[in-house]
């Protein structure tokens, strides 16, 4: 059904067909409809009328569409809302404020934690049990006893203050009383004195009106400060317990602000110990120190000054071992505000129980002072009684180690001060008459030169001749021990080789063979005229099995083999000749594998770490290990810092050397290298001059071969020339050679065959 409505869309009054129910109407699709089509009031529209149902289902859409709108609307304020919420929360600032907040107010429960259990530990017996347990856990039955004497003292004087307390009402009016009697007989004599004094009866009052003038003022003083007082009190209250708090420094790591609390280079406390273990990550540590009436304090030793640092031993609980500690160091280091060279961890002889060693703070930056060999010329060595003095322990105690009769081997990285550290027990070696060397420097660039005229071998050079060269001394050294052996007659020599028969002069001195960059001798490709190699690590090997023979027997008639290598591998430095040497040393190494290589499993075990050494800045510090090394008690290795000894400075040790015992000729023969004709060579930097100041020549010689020339001294080059016969002349000063007198020489040797 249709009806006419007007352009408001109700029905038309005069419309025979309109109704009382007037329903909505649904708009027909019409232009008339659309935005800028006005209806004009007179126009007549076309529309349904909608039943009940689809009216109310009309409203229902609109009224859905309605709440969709507003929950859209809410849900998008409350997500600008969070966003706003989340930035201001994550703000720096808000971080800050809100850690600097909470810092500070768990300083303040801190602080009353600490003064309450301050005021328990001092009013009742807590402290005493708590130290009565930690001793009984050590199993220290004497200071169980001597702490439980001490509780009952505390106990006794607790009770006498008691039972002071009430007889104190009868003494304080006891005193009270006899003190006002005193007072007013001193106040009645003073106003007698004083009413005789002025003759005036009324000065006899004066006393008592001054001190009642008194009592006055200092109840208005009292009047006018005791409300400040009160109002201030609680404050300054708080103010103590926040400071304590602060200084306790229980606040979590992630809440402290950065960099304050540190206390880099203070004193190394018990409490900075217990809590470098507790942080150090370890879940079952941290719950033992927890729940540990007394904080963890006793699992520490008493902490003792050692040297440059502190050491102290830690009884780890149950449930955590010493590798965990030991694999931890530098978090332990960094704990306790220090770097990881700063901290070593040994394992003493007691179960469970690790040793910190920590160092103050910089103190193993700072230079070790000059060897006794350089400021004391007088010093003199003695192989059999004395000790080679070699540097100083991280204490800062002298390192002075025993080389009689032991293998020495030292290896680690490249540059590190291994020549100069192998070079300076030689030194010491030297100043000691009975003692021959037979060197081999297998680098070969002088820094073993100044033992020409001390050593009866020295071999500089690092080709495959000078390999062999270096097999073949240890092969003669391996001959001359099996002399000696056959020549030890049991029923004479019932001591074995001892002092006397080293110094008698019937061929049982101390032979000492050394050999650096040894690892060249073991890489050797070269093969012998027998076809067997002089390198490797087979029982055909030349180098190998002299090395072997030298440890298993040379000790016993003073045939001693020292090493020196890089890089400690099983392909390098085999296995059965690392193990042979006595003492081992070892610079900073790449990898703990080459530690365990370079010092032995037992020494690394035992927390010797030199792969922890910092390369470059380590260098001349050793991780020792052996027989002959001064040891601390329970532990299986040492770090020195040796003493460095520099060319000019080991040279004129050598010179002393060579004074004391006197020149011998060193012998070259064993190096396959053409030898030096050192007149030659002369004649050769000289050229066509005249004269040459022998200063410039020398320099000449050593930039012409440096192998044989490097590091000869004046004093050297004078003397070989002296032996040559050819005398340096002064001219203006200067020591001068003549180009006349060396061509002579070079004729006279020629005529009478020399060389």
């Avoid at 926040?242 to 602000?257: F, I, S, Y």
């Avoid at 390999?467 to 099996?482: H, K, N, Q, S």
Wanted: one cysteine or more; hydrophobic letters at 40%.
């Amino acid at each position: 059904m249709s009806t006419t409505t007007t352009a408001s869309g109700a029905p038309d009054p005069d419309d025979s067909t309109s109704t009382s129910n007037v329903f909505p109407l649904r708009p027909t699709n019409s232009p008339a409809t659309e935005p800028g089509n006005e209806i004009e009031p007179s126009t007549v529209i076309q529309g349904e009328i909608l039943t009940e149902e689809e009216s109310a289902e009309l409203d229902r859409r609109r009224m859905r569409a309605a709440v969709t709108d507003r929950v859209e609307r809410s849900t998008a304020a409350v997500v600008r809302g969070v966003v706003v919420v989340r930035t201001v929360a994550t703000h720096d600032r808000t971080v800050r404020t809100g850690k600097w907040v909470l810092r500070h107010t768990l300083y303040l429960t801190s602080g009353t934690s600490v003064v309450v259990r301050r005021v328990w530990d001092s009013r009742t017996t807590s402290r005493y049990e708590r130290m009565m347990r930690a001793a009984e856990i050590a199993g220290d039955t004497d200071a169980v006893a001597a702490w439980e004497e001490r509780a009952e003292r505390f106990k006794d004087a607790r009770h006498r203050r008691a039972m002071d307390w009430l007889d104190a009402p009868v003494k304080v009016v006891r005193a009270t009383a006899v003190g006002a009697a005193g007072l007013t007989g001193a106040l009645t004599g003073i106003g007698i004195v004083l009413a005789v004094s002025q003759g005036d009866v009324s000065a006899f009052l004066d006393p008592f009106s001054a001190v009642l003038a008194f009592v006055r003022g200092v109840v208005f003083v009292v009047s006018v400060v005791w409300g400040p007082l009160l109002l201030a009190a609680p404050w300054v209250g708080a103010a103590y317990l926040w400071n304590t708090g602060r200084r306790v420094g229980d606040a979590p790591a992630w809440l402290v602000k950065p960099g304050a609390g540190r206390d880099v280079g203070a004193p190394v406390t018990p409490s900075r110990v217990v809590t470098a273990l507790r942080d150090l990550g370890i879940k079952e540590l941290r719950d033992a120190i927890k729940k540990m009436d007394d904080s963890g304090a006793s699992l520490l030793g008493p902490i003792v000054i050692a040297g440059r640092g502190v050491e102290v031993d830690v009884t780890l609980p149950s449930g955590v071992n010493t590798a965990q500690v030991q694999g931890r160091r530098r978090a332990l280091a960094e704990n306790l505000d220090r770097h990881e060279h700063e901290l070593f961890i040994s394992i003493p002889p007691a179960a469970r129980t690790v040793r910190l060693w920590i160092a103050d703070s910089g103190a193993l930056d700072e230079p070790i002072g000059p060897s006794p060999l350089v400021v004391d010329e007088t010093l003199r060595a003695d192989l059999y009684t004395g000790r080679a003095p070699w540097g100083e322990d991280l204490r800062g105690d002298a390192a002075a180690i025993a080389l009689l009769q032991r293998h020495l081997l030292i290896t680690g990285l490249s540059n590190q001060g291994k020549t100069a550290a192998l070079r300076a027990l030689a030194l010491w070696l030297a100043l000691d008459i009975s003692v021959e060397f037979r060197i081999a420097d297998l680098k070969g660039i002088g820094d073993w030169h100044m033992f020409h005229g001390l050593a009866s071998i020295l071999i500089e050079g690092p080709t495959d001749e000078h390999v062999i060269a270096a097999t073949e001394m240890l092969e003669e050294g391996v001959r001359e021990m099996e002399r000696r052996l056959a020549a030890v007659d049991p029923d004479t020599h019932k001591n074995g080789v001892d002092r006397d028969l080293a110094r008698s002069g019937q061929g049982f001195h101390p032979l000492f063979l050394v050999v650096d960059e040894a690892q060249q001798a073991f890489m050797c490709p070269a093969i012998g005229e027998d076809k067997r190699p002089y390198g490797g690590s087979k029982s055909t090997s030349r180098y190998f099995m002299a090395a072997r023979k030298l440890h298993n027997q040379g000790r016993a008639v003073n045939v001693i083999l020292w090493q020196g290598t890089q890089n400690p591998t099983d392909q390098n430095l085999p296995k059965l000749v690392r193990e042979g040497a006595h003492i081992r040393a070892s610079l900073v190494v790449g990898t703990e594998s080459e530690a365990r290589m370079a010092l032995g499993d037992k020494a690394i075990n035992g927390g010797a770490a030199p792969h922890k050494l910092r390369q470059g800045m380590d260098k001349g510090t050793l991780v020792v290990a052996g027989d002959g090394v001064p040891l601390p008690s329970g532990q299986s290795s040492i770090t020195i810092r040796t003493h460095f000894i520099d060319g000019d400075e080991a040279t004129t040790i050598a010179e002393r050397a060579k004074q004391q015992r006197g020149r011998r000729t060193t012998n070259q023969a064993a190096d396959r290298t053409p030898p030096r004709d050192l007149l030659a060579d002369v004649e050769q930097v000289m050229g066509d001059e005249p004269k040459v100041r022998t200063e410039i020549a020398r320099q000449r010689l050593a930039e012409l071969h440096p192998a044989t020339y490097e590091g000869m001294s004046a004093t050297d080059f004078t003397e070989r020339l002296a032996d040559r016969h050819v005398e340096p002349y002064k001219s203006n000063g200067y020591m001068t050679l003549r180009l006349t007198d060396i061509r002579r020489a070079i004729t006279d040797s020629d005529h009478t065959g020399g060389g």
